[in-house]
T-cell receptor, first 115, second 117 residues
Framework: AQTVTQSQPEMSVQEAETVTLSCTYDTSESNYYLFWYKQPPSRQMILVIRQEAYKQQNATENRFSVNFQKAAKSFSLKISDSQLGDTAMYFCAFMKETSGSRLTFGEGTQLTVNP | GAVVSQHPSRVICKSGTSVKIECRSLDFQATTMFWYRQFPKQSLMLMATSNEGSKATYEQGVEKDKFLINHASLTLSTLTVTSAHPEDSSFYIC?????????????FGPGTRLTVT
């Protein structure tokens, strides 16, 4: 079974600064996908970024980028130029290619952006 | 595109009654839908996976007779909490996977807050 671990329950950052959220996972699969989801106070789950395991290049979406280290089974999220609207719970998630889109979530990291 | 709705957004029911939550994919056909439960400040816990026209697959520890799931069409799945008790109070979230572009992405509904009194 796959497991996803987020070791930082809470983090805070000043507006305009950069913050990195950690995520590690455990799997014996070779083909899989990794995701970061954001859940703001509205509780609507929003996809932030995704990474295919077969791609060596780290995914980037505007201010959000990942550091994907396949051998180390690490998938961290970097948020640059943090904005107040980035305040949310962030979940790292794993999906193996043959799972029929089934997601395994980490425990979550509550990020607070301070003005 | 890829919008998922849930109804109702909030519901309060009395202990012993049943309540139905609907999950709809508004602009795509959902081959597979998922139901999650989330307690405050905790992660999403997968309850079951439903495929259109077939029985739902429940996760270990989830009571099938208590949480009835019906995926009657490619755009609608329902979760019925039967004989609800206060401990069933929680935030329930559905998601849908269209498989339309092989993007392996789930689209989430806005959630339903259930309170059992």
């Amino acid at each position: 079974a796959q497991t996803v671990t987020q070791s930082q329950p809470e983090m805070s950052v000043q507006e305009a600064e950069t913050v990195t959220l950690s995520c590690t996972y455990d799997t014996s699969e070779s083909n899989y996908y990794l995701f970061w989801y954001k859940q703001p106070p509205s509780r609507q789950m929003i996809l932030v970024i995704r990474q295919e395991a077969y791609k060596q290049q780290n995914a980037t979406e505007n201010r959000f980028s990942v550091n994907f280290q396949k051998a180390a089974k690490s998938f961290s999220l970097k948020i640059s130029d943090s904005q107040l609207g980035d305040t949310a719970m962030y979940f790292c998630a794993f999906m193996k290619e043959t799972s029929g889109s089934r997601l395994t979530f980490g425990e979550g990291t509550q990020l607070t952006v301070n003005p | 595109g890829a919008v998922v709705s849930q109804h109702p957004s909030r519901v309060i029911c009395k202990s012993g009654t049943s309540v139905k939550i609907e999950c709809r994919s508004l602009d795509f056909q959902a081959t597979t839908m998922f139901w999650y439960r989330q307690f405050p400040k905790q992660s999403l816990m997968l309850m079951a996976t439903s495929n259109e026209g077939s029985k739902a697959t429940y996760e270990q520890g989830v009571e099938k007779d208590k949480f009835l799931i019906n995926h009657a069409s490619l755009t609608l799945s329902t979760l019925t909490v039967t004989s609800a008790h206060p401990e069933d109070s929680s935030f329930y979230i559905c998601s849908a996977d269209s498989h339309r572009d092989l993007s392996y992405e789930q689209y989430f509904g806005p959630g339903t807050r259930l309170t059992v009194t």
